[in-house]
């Protein structure tokens, strides 16, 4: 299994920015694909978005298509999510996760960080 650390959270102001990052351990990196997914306060956690192994495919859930972009560094071992134009709904702990597949199902991926908190203000 890999080790994943997420980093970058923090609270910012509706239509503002933030760059999450995901640093994981281990050599076999790019033999996973990468997800990202959020849990807000009294609701189950829910997919953000997911990108292969090599990053040339990504899928993003609707709500925050077009506004964030998932990417990673094979070679530094670390998987990003931008997210523009933040809106109060995307208030959440976002969680790095790590799988075989590339799908949106969170039981598909097996290594989980710890998450980060990012609260977007009205």
């Known amino acids: 299994q890999v080790q994943l650390v997420e980093s970058g959270g923090g609270l910012v102001q509706a239509g503002g920015s933030l760059r999450l990052s995901c640093a994981a351990s281990?050599?076999?990196?790019?033999?996973?694909?990468m997800g990202w997914f959020r849990q807000a306060p009294g609701k189950e956690r829910e997919f953000v978005a997911r990108i292969s192994r090599s990053g040339g495919s990504t899928y993003y859930a609707d709500s925050v298509k077009g506004r964030f972009t998932i990417s990673r560094d094979n070679a530094k071992n670390t998987v990003h999510l931008q997210m523009n134009s933040l809106k109060p709904e995307d208030t959440a702990v976002y969680y790095c996760a790590a799988g075989i597949t590339a799908t949106i199902n969170l039981q598909d991926f097996g290594s989980w960080g710890q998450g980060t908190q990012v609260t977007v203000s009205s």
């Open positions: 281990g050599r076999t990196f790019s033999s996973y694909a």
